[in-house]
């Protein structure tokens, strides 16, 4: 009976966390959403649209580092209440861009807001990762693979919303305008908020944590092998992603209209697939046997297909536009599945007393990527065209599978046994 109330009581909170970061992730994406196409129509290019995330992006460096270190010192639940709380006060910020301010004057209102944002989203991602790490440990008794299909749904479910919420930003932006919008969405977070700090337990977490910088960046080989893999793999994606694909495909006469519904159809598609990955990737009963090679070998799948797009584009082969739409549907899914290997694997590596400051620094690793991917994407495109962005792609990929061969098979020996409910079947 004591078992059966424990898998109950993790699987409870593992719901609350998921629908929390849902809410989250619904109004990040329309935030996206929404400052791109009110900045796209006030005649903004789109390589100062990237510009105006460049800040959001590094923010979350140090917010991840940080983030994992307070979670661990003073709990999950408070630190998923700070990142809720400090994203209502980027919306706040946004909301009181006034029009009649100079342009300078907008984009660093702008650029700062969406840092806040930044901070608020990686905060908010640390804690709902961490969450599932205790939920899962505590709920071990529930049999294998519950870890791997935790993370898998969570993080495929997450990037579906992420989607859903492209198209609520151009809704209410249509419908409501862009100050109104932000007071909406800084509302329903309030509401998720409230149900945090009615739902889960206000010490969920908390644990010992470093008490040093040298000790807090102590990692063991596979979460320092995983980070720097991560670094490479989101940049290789936000390489020709952020700024290459949009441009590419204005530059071949699609409207700001179609080419918004595509990428949030790609992502709600990429979700998807990151959600089925446990039926994908073989698994194995230590939960590390089977599942890096199969990291391995999708991150070689992966580095193919920029490949494979720059020499059409080389080449200049007919319906050209086309061929990049098919090849970016090949990407997600492969990235999708290399993402959700590596989503599991920093779980399955991290100890669990000290599993959010584990998790945080391979997300600190994941910001910085996107962080490079999106400078890069910027630079890249403007000195060779969409086949530069993919040329950065391809080397990242590259290296991101280099990097994968480092990843060890079995934990350390002085690791701490933290993985009992990864038994796979």
């Known amino acids: 009976m004591w078992a059966s109330d424990m898998q109950q009581h993790a699987a409870r909170n593992y719901a609350i966390v998921t629908a929390a970061y849902w809410g989250f992730t619904l109004t990040d994406g329309a935030l996206r959403m929404l400052v791109l196409l009110h900045f796209y129509k006030l005649g903004y290019s789109p390589f100062a649209l990237a510009f105006l995330f460049l800040l959001y992006e590094a923010a979350g460096v140090l917010a991840n580092l940080i983030g994992g270190w307070l979670a661990t010192r003073y709990g999950i639940t408070r630190m998923l209440t700070v990142g809720l709380v400090t994203q209502i006060i980027g919306f706040t910020l946004l909301s009181m861009l006034d ?9 660093a209102w702008v650029v700062l807001a969406q840092g806040i944002c930044g901070v608020a989203k990686d905060l908010t991602k640390t804690a709902s990762k961490s969450a599932i790490k205790v939920t899962a440990a505590q709920a071990k008794e529930q049999g ?14 997450k990037n579906a919303m992420k989607g859903v919420g492209f198209f609520l930003g151009g809704l209410l932006l249509e419908s409501l305008g862009f100050q109104a919008s932000l007071w909406c969405m800084a509302g329903l977070l309030a509401l998720v908020l409230v149900g945090v700090l009615s739902s889960l337990p206000a010490m969920m977490g908390k644990s010992k944590a470093s008490k040093s910088a040298k000790e807090l960046f102590a990692k063991n080989a596979g979460i320092n092998a995983l980070a720097a893999a991560r670094v490479v793999l989101f940049g290789a994606r936000d390489v020709w992603f952020v700024v290459g694909v949009p441009v590419f495909l204005y530059s071949q006469g699609w409207t700001f209209t179609m080419v918004g519904g595509f990428l949030a159809a790609w992502t709600i598609g990429y979700g998807m697939v990151q959600a089925l990955a446990p039926q994908l990737v073989r698994r194995s009963a230590d939960g590390l046997s089977a599942e890096v090679p199969a990291a391995r070998l999708w991150s070689a799948v992966l580095a193919l297909v920029p490949v494979g797009i720059a020499v059409a584009v080389t080449l200049q082969v007919p319906h050209l536009e086309w061929v990049v739409v ?14 959700s290997v590596h989503s599991y694997l920093i779980l399955a590596y991290a100890g669990s007393e000290k599993a959010a400051e584990d998790v945080g620094f391979y997300y600190a690793a994941n910001a910085l990527g996107r962080f490079i991917g999106t ?13 530069y962005a993919l040329a950065g792609s391809a080397v990242m990929l590259a290296i991101c599978w280099l990097l994968t061969l480092q990843l060890p098979v079995k934990k350390a020996d002085h690791a701490p046994a933290t993985n009992e409910g990864l038994h796979h079947e």
Do not use: E, I
């Open 99 to 107: 029009p009649a301010w100079t342009a300078a004057m907008s984009v």
């Open 144 to 157: 294998s693979g519950q870890l791997f299909k935790w993370v898998a749904w969570f993080t495929g479910s």
């Open 326 to 339: 098919g090849g970016l549907g090949l990407f997600g899914f492969a990235f999708a599945v290399n993402s």
């Open 375 to 387: 400078l890069l994407s910027g630079l890249l495109y403007q000195w060779g065209g969409l086949l």
